[in-house]
Structure formats: C-alpha cells, structure tokens
C-alpha cells in the first residue's frame, strides 16, 4: 500500500499544507504536489475533499486523507521509517492534546488579531500570549519537542516559527517575546535551521504581501469598514 502513487493538493500560503509537505519530506515519501487556487477552488478539490472543501487533501492511491493533523498521523502510520508520534500511548496523546491546544488556542487567537483592528485585536494578541506561556513550559528544557529529532508536535506547531512573525510584523501586534518566552524563540530557531523546514517555505515577502491583502479584506467583510 506505501507504494501507491501519493498526491498533495495544498495551497503555497497554507500552514496546514506545509505540515504534510514537512511529514512527506522527513519520510522521504516521493509525491505529486498540486497547487490549489483557495479562491476558486477545482473540481479535484471539490470531489475529493466534499465536506469540507479545503486543503490539504492527501491522496494515496484510491484513498482520501482530509485535514492536515489526520493527515500527519496516517502518514506516519503508513510509511515506518523516520517515526514522528511517540512510541508510548501518553507521550502520543499528550502529542495529540497540545498540537489541539496550539491550533484552538494560539493559531485561531492569533488570526483573528490578524483580521481585526484596535482593542479587538489587542484582546486577540493577548489571548495568544497566554497560549504561548503554557507552550513555553513544555518545549522549557528541550531542544525540540520531539526531544533531538524533530517530530509530530514540532511538524504541527511549526508554523509558529515561520507563518506567526509575519502575522505580527503585518499585524502590527507582539505575541512572541524572545525577553519572556527564550525556551519558545530557541525552538523556533532550530525548527528554522532544519533543513526539511528550511528548504520547504514560502517566499517571506510573498508572504507579506499575500497577508496584507488577506488582513484587509477579511476586516472589511466582516465589519464593512474600509481600510
């Protein structure tokens, strides 16, 4: 079945996508990448991924994988070598829990300080500060949180090393102080200098670009003020 051929759909600004692209490369999963327009989306991505018609779809063979943490785990599940979850049962759920945590927590928090303007932001940015306390206390004391490899929660809360400083620089807000959080900020600097991550993002200033345009229409949709 790991012989099967394996396709990606995935969008080049997503976090999400970038987990399973991670997953794949650490694997040395061999994959066709194929870049979706979020904005009109294709009828691959409409038939393959019908609820809720998002990337990233994983396809393996006659199989379709949805949503990038159950993504992550089936990859791991299927191809053995280079094992990203913790071998015991705790040490995977406590995984599972605070990849969970940083998603509903941090990620989401730190979006909507993204999308909004004044003191809504500023309870955003706060909100977001205090998920990066508890996440301080875990990696404390760790190289990464997979201990000396690089694994599951450091795949999934990778996007704090890359995508959350450009979300504070167009933001204009601070979530992540290197003074406050120095166990976090040296994380964040090994995640950033591993080859897999290092060789596999997005253009910085693309990224900019794309998130200015992003902050702007989604705050003008929702409140219809125009910025």
Not at 70 to 98: C, G, K, N, S
Not at 172 to 179: E, G, K, R, S
Request: hydrophobic share 40%.
């Amino acid at each position: 079945m790991a012989q099967q051929e394996v396709k990606l759909l995935g969008f080049w600004a997503s976090p999400y996508a970038y987990r399973v692209i991670w997953a794949l490369k650490l694997k040395g999963v061999d994959y066709e990448y194929i870049e979706e327009d979020v904005f009109n989306k294709s009828p691959l991505l409409l038939q393959r991924n019908p609820v809720h018609k998002r990337v990233p779809v994983l396809i393996h063979g006659h199989r379709v994988i949805c949503e990038s943490y159950v993504i992550v785990q089936y990859i791991d599940e299927t191809w053995p070598q280079y094992p990203l979850l913790p071998q015991h049962p705790y040490e995977r759920a406590m995984a599972r829990f605070w990849a969970e945590f940083a998603e509903s927590k941090l990620l989401e928090t730190a979006a909507m300080g993204l999308w909004s303007r004044g003191e809504e932001r500023e309870r955003a940015a706060k909100l977001a500060m205090e998920a990066v306390e508890k996440i301080e206390e875990v990696v404390k004391g760790k190289k990464l949180f997979g201990g000396e490899s690089i694994g599951y929660l450091d795949i999934c809360l990778g996007w704090i090393s890359y995508w959350l400083p450009i979300w504070e620089e167009v933001g204009c807000m601070q979530i992540i102080d290197p003074i406050k959080f120095p166990a976090t900020s040296s994380w964040i600097d090994t995640v950033l200098h591993h080859p897999v991550i290092r060789d596999n993002l997005p253009a910085r200033e693309a990224m900019i670009v794309y998130f200015q345009k992003r902050s702007k229409d989604i705050y003008e949709s929702r409140t219809g003020l125009k910025v």
